[in-house]
């Protein structure tokens, strides 16, 4: 895979196929395409879009650069409930307790801002002594123990999302719908 063809194909609205996709995300994470050119495709995927199975692509290249959070050995239904954002949203805090309450498990791995709105961890963050970038042995511990939890991505979990969201961030590149859908589903499988 040779980053300047994805992004010239993802420029002139071609379809990229999934080997050539879940390549160039890894080649990212780990370091072998700098931030400029995976700036460039985040551009074009901006302004062209991906098609059903780029997504699920990218979904999944997300996903398997990282550590995968199994809780089925807890013997309960695992829900989530994610927050599409906006300064007075507040749900998650308040939703994630209620439904663990009612014996259902709510592991939630949330994000920072994306422009002019705090995210759900920027709000929590403001309490003192709140962490949130918990290790993935920490998140399990805590999911059994009182039902939820509410935690950053960390270098383990989902890392080229993490790795692109903020790079989302500084490329004007928030409101892309496909790149909001795999950042979104590669959180939740």
């Known amino acids: 895979m040779v980053p300047t063809e994805v992004i010239k194909a993802k420029r002139d609205g071609k379809t990229i196929d999934e080997k050539a996709l879940q390549s160039f995300v890894k080649s990212y994470v780990r370091g072998d395409v700098p931030d400029y050119?995976?700036?460039?495709?985040?551009?074009?995927?901006?302004?062209?879009?991906?098609?059903?199975?780029?997504?699920l692509a990218l979904t999944k290249a997300y996903v398997e650069s990282g550590r995968r959070l199994d809780f089925s050995d807890l013997g309960a239904p695992t829900v989530d409930k994610h927050s599409t954002g906006g300064v007075g949203d507040k749900v998650s805090i308040m939703v994630a307790p209620m439904v663990a309450?009612?014996?259902?498990?709510?592991?939630?791995?949330?994000?920072?801002?994306?422009?002019?709105?705090?995210?759900?961890?920027?709000?929590?963050?403001?309490?003192?002594?709140?962490?949130t970038n918990l290790t993935s042995r920490e998140c399990k511990r805590i999911l059994k123990r009182v039902g939820m939890f509410i935690a950053a991505q960390t270098d383990e979990m989902v890392p080229a999302d993490k790795k692109i969201y903020a790079l989302r961030n500084a490329t004007g590149t928030i409101e892309s719908i496909p790149l909001i859908v795999a950042s979104i589903i590669s959180k939740k499988v």
Request: proline share 4%; net charge neutral.
């Open 37 to 55: 050119q995976m700036a460039a495709f985040l551009m074009a995927t901006y302004l062209n879009g991906m098609t059903r199975d780029e997504i």
């Open 101 to 131: 309450s009612c014996g259902a498990l709510v592991p939630m791995i949330s994000g920072r801002s994306l422009g002019h709105t705090g995210g759900t961890l920027d709000k929590l963050e403001s309490i003192p002594g709140l962490r």
